[in-house]
């Protein structure tokens, strides 16, 4: 299923997911996250690259932006593990936002 019908999805987006992984969600309900995750990795513009961190009490950079360029392989990635533990939100904002940022002076967004 294609959602953008447009000559602007031939541009593709960049898109990072942050994902909680921690004892507050729940091993199952993640698993379903990721599932969602997955099916929105579908609908992308096949140009489209996708970034992806998960958190509990630590955070882990899964993969960036730049790391697949293949959504097979994107797809295949999203298979990431159920950490567990406590919920570190704030940590983990923390931590994908230089992802953000750097994104901003590549392609000159302007707040």
Same mark, same amino acid.
């Given at each position: 299923?294609?959602?953008?019908?447009?000559? &602007?999805? &031939?541009?593709?987006?960049?898109?990072?997911?942050?994902?909680?992984?921690?004892?507050?969600?729940?091993?199952?309900?993640?698993?379903?996250?990721?599932?969602?995750?997955? *099916?929105?990795?579908?609908?992308?513009?096949?140009? *489209?690259?996708?970034? $992806?961190?998960?958190?509990?009490? *630590?955070?882990?950079?899964?993969?960036?932006?730049?790391?697949?360029? *293949?959504?097979?392989?994107? $797809?295949?990635?999203?298979?990431?593990? !159920?950490?567990?533990?406590?919920?570190?939100?704030?940590? &983990?904002?923390?931590?994908?936002?230089?992802? $953000?940022?750097?994104?901003?002076? $590549?392609?000159?967004?302007? !707040?």
């Amino acid at each position: 299923m294609k959602v953008c019908l447009t000559a &602007a999805c &031939a541009h593709g987006a960049d898109v990072v997911f942050l994902l909680d992984a921690s004892g507050s969600v729940g091993r199952r309900i993640f698993e379903r996250v990721t599932l969602f995750v997955a *099916s929105l990795i579908e609908m992308l513009s096949p140009v *489209s690259r996708v970034g $992806l961190a998960t958190f509990a009490d *630590s955070v882990s950079v899964e993969f960036q932006l730049d790391t697949f360029t *293949s959504r097979d392989d994107m $797809l295949h990635a999203v298979n990431v593990r !159920y950490l567990g533990g406590a919920t570190v939100t704030h940590d &983990a904002l923390r931590s994908v936002t230089p992802l $953000l940022r750097r994104l901003d002076t $590549l392609v000159n967004i302007e !707040y």
